[in-house]
Nanobody
Framework: VQLQAYGGGLVQAGGSLRLSCATS????????MGWFRQAPGKEREVVAA????????YYSDSVKGRFTISRDDAKNTGYLQMNSLKPEDTAVYYC???????????????????WGQGTQVTVSS
């Protein structure tokens, strides 16, 4: 299973970006997904997560109301819509998926088995 995150870039504060996470090699669908980020000098933190049946979602307090996680199972792609971006959102963003086909909206990185390579998001003030 491979995940490829893309869609990052440089944006001004208040702007928007949509990150995508393309999944390949997976035989089970649908699946849970999480988005994490890591800023320089900081630990990786969960940003958002969605359960396999999309009935549960999680958002960190810092992004709640601004970010939206979603999936398109027909395209095997997950998304993270980021609005009202702030300079403190600057980080490398990673998508991740668990091996189990019936997983929840996990918030702990150790529960994810597959990781994308990361995409840089830079928000200028």
């Amino acid at each position: 299973v491979q995940l490829q995150a893309y869609g990052g870039g440089l944006v001004q504060a208040g702007g928007s970006l949509r990150l995508s996470c393309a999944t390949s090699g997976r035989t089970s669908s649908p699946y849970a997904m999480g988005w994490f980020r890591q800023a320089p000098g900081k630990e990786r933190e969960v940003v958002a997560a969605i359960s396999w049946n999309e009935r549960s979602t999680y958002y960190s307090d810092s992004v709640k109301g601004r970010f939206t996680i979603s999936r398109d199972d027909a395209k095997n792609t997950g998304y993270l819509q980021m609005n009202s971006l702030k300079p403190e959102d600057t980080a490398v963003y990673y998508c991740a998926a668990p091996k189990s086909p019936y997983s929840g909206a996990y918030i702990y990185a150790k529960l994810y088995d597959y990781w994308g390579q990361g995409t840089q998001v830079t928000v200028s003030s």
